[in-house]
């Protein structure tokens, strides 16, 4: 069954950086599937965070409360996807989940969580001095 693992969450204090890997199981091959980061605070609403387009990403969409401190990246031969996250702030704390979606071109990725059907089991991310 294809899976996808997130790592690299942890404590972290404002300022700080975390560099979240998202990889998938042998039997998926990743290079064909956009990669979406989703974030979920408590007692708010899941939300979307980045993604990357298939194949080479040539396409990466960021919301504005991380656009400037966060990179998405993808190495398809080591199947993972990564988040880089720079000068972290306490409202980015969260559990932080990749999903994986098709779409029907390599140069597009959606924000919308119901374009993804593949879903990892989060990985939390703390931001506290």
Known sequence: QAQLVESGGGLVQPGGSLRLSCTASDEFTLDYWAIGWFRQAPGKEREAVSCISPRA??????S????GRFTISRDNAEKTVYLQMNNLEPEDTAVYYCAAGRVHTDYVCYQGSASYGVWGQGTQVTVSS
């Open 64 to 67: 504005e409360s991380v656009k």
């Open 57 to 62: 990403g040539s396409s990466t969409v960021y």
